[in-house]
């Protein structure tokens, strides 16, 4: 009898490995993160979600670039349009809110501030991310909230920080494996 394969991916990887996946469809040329809910207990995806502009809204209408933030336009800067992933992988959740209390959150990029909050109040227990936020103040703020309620925090791999341009690789190197394959 044949043994089974031995590189398979762990449950850490295959979840991450989704929220990465889940990363790949937003349209920010800047910031592309992704996020999956899991009931790690009976190893089910929950939802999943990806940083990108709201329903109804069209893509080709709104500044990406964020102009906004150099001209003071308010009206031109992206983050007021885009919803985060892990706010998107939350209301994706076709289920009841009570159901993701105790659950874990796999996010590509560390919790925002107001992602934490929401991230909080619908009662999820356990975030895993892959790499840092680089706003500083923002990730002491998230930190001190998800402390306070009580939330283990977990860094995907703790040994070796991930840069971004390493991110940007991975997803690309993922996306062309992928358009091989495409019909």
């Not at 979840?15 to 993160?33: E, V, W, Y």
């Not at 105790?102 to 919790?111: A, E, H, I, S």
């Not at 977990?154 to 840069?163: A, D």
């Amino acid at each position: 009898m044949a043994g089974k394969r031995e590189d398979y991916l762990s449950w850490n990887e295959y979840f991450m490995g989704i929220a990465l996946l889940s990363s790949m469809r937003s349209k920010d040329p800047h910031n592309q993160i992704g996020a999956c809910i899991v009931d790690e207990e009976s190893k089910r995806i929950l939802s999943i979600g990806y940083n990108g502009l709201t329903r109804q809204m069209e893509d080709d209408k709104f500044d990406w670039n964020s102009t906004g933030e150099q001209t003071n336009i308010l009206k031109n800067v992206k983050d007021y349009y885009v919803v985060h992933a892990e706010r998107n992988a939350v209301l994706n959740y076709r289920g009841s809110m009570k159901d993701l209390e105790g659950k874990t959150l796999y996010v590509t990029w560390f919790p925002c501030t107001e992602c934490t909050k929401e991230i909080i109040q619908v009662g999820i227990k356990k975030i895993v991310y892959l790499r840092m936020y680089s706003k500083k103040e923002l990730i002491e703020i998230s930190k001190i909230m998800l402390e306070a309620a009580g939330i283990e925090v977990v860094e995907y791999n703790p040994n070796r920080e991930i840069t971004r341009e390493e991110m940007e690789s991975i997803v690309k190197e993922i996306q062309n494996k992928f358009k091989r394959f495409t019909i």
